[in-house]
């Protein structure tokens, strides 16, 4: 089985420590005993191997347990986290889930069969074919979310190889490709998963102190809510070694000012997507934004300054939408990139930057910009139709003070003369009670026309 190597190194790690789950210790012997027991729950509750089966629910050591089981079991997962509750009916619908586990805060959980005929070409391949799966979800943020079908045991075999452990905070969401990564690289290597109370930057960083955390995986948008909220000064993180961070572009103000923050610990930028899984990266060094991407079993290109990559474990495809791969196998990633030899520079996605007549604008180096502007706590730039330009530059902002509004524009144009061309200085500002993100920290920007 692809995960039997996985499972042998549980049980040998004895009383080391697998999980810190609300402020409790888990053992790795207990998990492997907790996985035992799901396998016999499996057989005795009749699933079978190939069987579609939705976990919905958030980091919790039986959950964890029971998606390893699953995995040896032969099964097709499909996680789906509390903050995608109200998604999870089109969800399980649209994978074809025929049974699903239910978990509550407290760990309890309640099995119900979800009676759907499993049809798909995909998921019929992989239950054919003996093998586990893992379908995860878009974002959505560009329209309708896609089902992304994976071979979980080509996933699986990037961990073989032993890699470093970590004290890590689980912050990343289990049905995100980033989550499911945490997870398997955390137990894979002999490292101590923490689940923090909540997601807030002050729980978070109060988990870091408390429990000796060492890897916080996040995202440029809630390490900037923790600088302007000061925690990581309200709070120990001495232990912290290293901050990883990706899933949107890094503005380089934030960086810098992370750097300044944090001086002790590595800052390093992460690479992936849900169709191709996380990649191999290495930051030119913990103030750069330039980033070699790639690592065993992946090659890259650049086309027309966009990244293409080519992976072994790539998804299989998806459920509700045609094959994005080239014939030969290549995975337009949809963005836009500068090259330095071996490194590169993530400029943004395609379907972000704004088009100002004929002129591209990536939001991210706007944002950057306006971060360093006096009483402006966050920035979302996106596009919005202009009658002679196409597009013109518009950002919401999020304030420290109420500041009246024209004020506002003319300092902003001020503080933008000389660091951004004209065409990129935003023309419409609205002002916000609240940072505009989603629940996974990722900045949520207004579609802009075509």
């Known amino acids: ?120 070409e995909l998921l019929l391949s992989l239950r054919q074919g003996g093998r586990p799966g893992l379908v995860l979800f878009s974002s959505g943020s560009t329209g309708k979310s896609k089902g992304i079908v994976h071979d979980l045991s080509r996933l699986l075999e990037k961990f073989r190889t032993p ?19 945490t997870l398997l690289h955390t137990l894979a290597n002999g490292g101590t998963l923490i689940t923090p109370a909540g997601r807030t930057p002050g729980e978070v ?36 070694k290293l901050i990883t961070y990706g899933t949107e572009v890094m503005p380089e103000s934030i960086l810098r000012r992370l750097t300044q923050a944090l001086p002790g610990v590595t800052l390093a930028q992460t ?44 998804m299989l495809g998806y459920l509700n939408a045609p094959s994005p791969f080239s014939a030969d196998g290549w995975f337009n990633t949809g963005d836009r990139v500068e090259q330095d030899g071996e490194y590169l520079r993530i400029l943004g996605r395609e379907s972000d930057w704004i088009n100002v007549g004929g002129q591209k604008v990536y939001p991210a180096e706007v944002e950057s910009v306006l971060l360093e502007m006096e009483n402006v706590l966050d920035a979302t730039v996106y596009g919005e139709r202009h009658p002679l330009t196409g597009h013109m530059v518009a950002v919401t902002v999020l304030l420290a003070k109420p500041e009246d509004l024209t004020g506002l524009k003319q300092r902003m144009r001020a503080h933008c003369a000389g660091r951004l061309e004209p065409f990129k200085i935003p023309i419409k500002v609205i002002v916000a009670e609240q940072a505009a993100h989603s629940d996974r920290f990722k900045k949520r920007r207004p579609r802009q026309g075509p």
């Open 1 to 120: 089985m692809a995960i039997d190597w996985f499972l042998e190194r549980l049980a040998p790690r004895g009383e080391q420590q697998a999980f810190v789950w609300t402020d409790r210790a888990y053992s790795y012997a207990w998990l492997a005993a907790a996985v035992g027991k799901w396998q016999d729950r499996l057989r005795q509750g009749g699933i079978v191997p190939g069987q579609v089966v939705s976990v919905h629910g958030d980091y919790s050591p039986s959950l964890s347990a029971l998606l390893l089981a699953l995995t040896a079991n032969g099964n097709i997962v499909v996680p789906i986290a509390s903050a995608a509750a109200e998604n999870q009916g089109q969800f399980t619908e649209l994978a074809q889930a025929e049974v699903a586990f239910h978990f509550q805060s407290d760990d309890s959980w309640r099995i119900e069969p979800q009676n759907m005929a499993v049809t798909h």
């Open 163 to 181: 890699r470093a452990a970590f004290r890590t905070i689980g912050f990343l969401l289990l049905d995100h490709i980033g989550g499911i990564n």
């Open 205 to 240: 960083c109060a988990a870091i102190g408390r429990h000796r955390a060492e890897l916080l995986p996040s995202s440029p948008t809630f390490l900037n809510l923790m600088l302007v909220a000061e925690t990581h000064q309200q709070y120990d993180l001495s232990s912290l």
């Open 271 to 314: 690479y992936g997507l849900s169709e191709l899984g996380i990649l191999r990266a290495k930051s030119r060094s913990s103030d750069s934004l330039w980033v070699k991407v790639g690592g065993e079993g992946v090659e890259t290109r650049v086309v027309d300054g966009v990244l293409w990559v080519r992976t072994s474990a790539a």
